[in-house]
Each structure stands twice: as C-alpha cells, then as structure tokens.
C-alpha cells in the first residue's frame, strides 16, 4: 500500500472548500466537475425510477435496455462492433477502470502508463495488481504529443496493458488518427497487450481533431477495453455511473469481480443514464459550445503573456499550463495564487513526478468566471516573474 497516496485532487479540493466555508470567494479552475447542473429530464428519468421501486438488487451487469442503448451508441458514434453483452455498467468510470485492472493484472506483468496521466491512474494499477511493473511513458515535453518512440521501448513481451486517454485529462490534447494506428500496429506486434481506452471525454472535443475509438480498428478490438462514462457529458459526476466494453473473456472476468466488490450499480441511476443517452442530448453540444468560447479566451490571453504558455486545447476540461517563469514550483505556485488571488488549480505534480513545472487548468466554470481567473493567474505569473529577476 506504500505506493498508493491520496488522490491529490481531491485533497485540494477539500482545501479549496474550506476557503469558502471560511467566506472567501475562490474562482475553481481545478476541478473536473462542470458549473451546469444534471439536466433536468434526467434527474426527472431517475425521481421517476425511484418512485416506481427501483430500489432493488438488480441485473448485476446492468439494465438490458441501457447496455443496449450504449451497444448502439458506440456503433453509431464510434464505428464500434459493441454487444449489450459485452457491456458491464459500473459506479463510475474509474471503478471501469479498477475492474479491468483487476481482471487483467497478475504478478509478473508489466503496465504502460503514459505521463502525465489521470491521478487515479497508477493507484488504481498498485491497488490491483501486486507485483505489476509500471513502465511510464513521458509524452513529448511541451506539446505533450505522443512519443512514438518511447512507447515502442517501453513495450516488452511481459505488458499486459497499456493505458490511454483521449481527449486527454490534463493535457487536453487528443491522440490522432496515427497515433492510434501505431498503437494498433505495437499491439499486432505484442499479442499479450491489451489496451485500457478511457474515452470519458470523447463527447467534448473542442478543436478540429477527429475522436477515433481504437476499439473500432479491426484486428485489435479483441484486446481492447473501452471505458466511457455520463459523469463529464451529462454532467453526472455525483450518481456515480460509468460502463466498460470488452472482448467477452475479459467481461467476464471483470463481472465476477464487480459482482463481489459492487453486486450492480443502482438501477434507478441506469434508468437516469438511459434518459441521458437515449433523451435528448443538446446539452452536450450546447456544452461543447462553451468550452470553445473559453478556448478563445485561453489562446487569446496565453498569446499576449511573454510569461505563460499552455497545451492546445483540442478537447476534454483541462489543459496543462507551464508556470516555469515564476520561479516556483507547481505545489507553492497553486498554493501561493490560492492565498493571494483566490485562484484554484491543480499542481502538475499529481499527474506525474517529471511535471513540478506545469498545473493543471480546469474550463469547467463559468465562462466570465474563468476569463477572470485566467486574468488573475497571469497577473499573479507577470508579478512573480518580476520580483524573481529583481532578487
Ligand atoms: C480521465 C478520467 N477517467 C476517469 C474519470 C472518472 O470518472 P467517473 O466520475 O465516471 O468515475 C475521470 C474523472 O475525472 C477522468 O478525468
């Protein structure tokens, strides 16, 4: 257990409410948790579900009409060959996660983790698979772009999985076309590698970038494990409810587990789901719509500062910030323009040791909210830049 810490997060995000219990006003650019509440048809989807006794045990894999909702889903949206069959609904997409880590992972193995990468990501591999190897795989400084070759050199005859993310949490970039057909040409090389796909994001893409689900490359998508969620699309981060799609082997092996460790997830919450994906899905693309809003607001701040520079936002609800001029590193940076401007973000460091440079800047508030706090970090970046060359 030494390897596992608190999710940082998390932490920080008790420490941001605390400032506000105490009444200060902090502007939130940390967190992966959008300012919109759950829309209203499918809260109403879900009041329903419990008035009509959906308080039961139920189908430990899920309701058969959501997994066969997300089945067509991912055909139509992501040329994906899915079976209802082949669907597990879990309590968030992180438990997706730790299902297939946990069905997959034995002694001996080896995990491909590319940096920087979802907090939860490692802890979830340590947790699950005692005796695993991580191998992690820095993306290109700065651009954070796949490194083609240092994932071919990371790989050995002894990887069992590889873990990707696209749109990319805290980067925001996106894997391209390519990219994921050289992932799917490694994987032909390595027949014992299967891929962890964590799409959570896929329905926020923001720039021109394409979203390719690698499950829909034929000749791999027996070795792919597709994650996806409602959490960030539907803005249902508290119901808890995510869902995994796999060849049937590994379906299996992660049902028996989730049967143990979670018996189903809360069927009134699958009918809440069910709306979300099988109702009406405006808010998705009204949603996109902001987020391309506080694009122009980032690029056009990031291109007038001589101190900040960022990731391209392709998509997803963050992009990752180099704070390098101030002279400080990520934890005092965050801290520091906490207590000075009442500005939240996330220190690099969560997300890999090699980033104490960067933190990680979420575009899931307000959109005036955000150009403020956008303001207030480049005040705080231009002061700091100054009182350091004066030293
Ligand atoms: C990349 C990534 N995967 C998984 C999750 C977990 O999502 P869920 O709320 O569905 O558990 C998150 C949440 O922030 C995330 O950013």
Request: a negative charge.
């Amino acid at each position: 257990m030494k390897q596992i810490t608190p999710s940082v997060t998390l932490e920080f995000s008790q420490k941001v409410r605390e400032h506000v219990r105490q009444g200060r006003e902090i502007i939130s650019l940390g967190l992966g948790e959008a300012e919109v509440p759950t829309p209203p048809h499918i809260v109403e989807a879900g009041v329903k579900a419990l008035r009509d006794g959906l308080t039961k045990y139920s189908n430990p894999q899920g309701l058969p009409p959501l997994r066969e909702c997300i089945a067509r889903y991912l055909k139509a949206s992501h040329g994906i060959e899915a079976g209802a069959e082949q669907i597990i609904i879990t309590p968030g997409a992180k438990n997706a996660l730790f299902l297939a880590c946990a069905a997959l992972l034995e002694p001996g193995d080896e995990v491909a983790l590319l940096r920087p990468c979802y907090v939860s990501n490692s802890p979830i591999v340590h947790i699950t698979g005692s005796g695993v190897k991580v191998c992690d795989v820095d993306m290109t400084p700065g651009v954070f772009d796949l490194d083609r070759e240092k994932l071919s050199s990371c790989l050995t005859d002894r990887t069992k999985l590889l873990f990707i993310n696209t749109p990319h949490n805290p980067t925001g970039r996106m894997l391209s076309d390519d990219d994921i057909l050289f992932i799917a040409e490694e994987m032909r090389q390595h027949p014992r590698l299967y891929l962890l796909s964590d799409e959570i994001y896929e329905s926020m893409v923001v720039g021109d970038t394409k979203h390719r689900a690698p499950a829909s490359i034929p000749g791999i998508e027996n070795r792919v494990i597709t994650v996806g969620g409602f959490s960030k699309a539907h803005f249902m981060t508290g119901w808890r409810i995510g869902y995994v799609h796999a060849p049937a082997t590994v379906t299996r092996a992660m049902l028996t587990i989730h049967e143990h460790i979670n018996t189903n997830t809360a069927a009134f919450i699958q009918q809440a789901a069910l709306a979300a994906l099988d109702g009406n899905r405006d808010h998705i693309g009204n949603y996109v719509r902001k987020l391309r809003e506080r694009k122009i607001i980032y690029d056009r701040l990031l291109s007038r500062s001589p101190y900040l520079s960022g990731t391209e936002y392709e998509g997803g609800y963050f992009t990752f910030i180099n704070i390098s001029a101030s002279r400080m590193d990520c934890d005092t940076f965050a801290v520091e323009l906490l207590d000075q401007k009442n500005v939240a973000i996330v220190p690099g460091l969560a997300f890999g040791n090699n980033y104490p440079d960067y933190c990680r800047l979420s575009f899931v508030n307000q959109t005036d909210v955000f150009e403020e706090g956008m303001k207030r970090i480049l005040e705080f970046m231009e002061s700091s830049a100054h009182e350091k060359k004066e030293d």
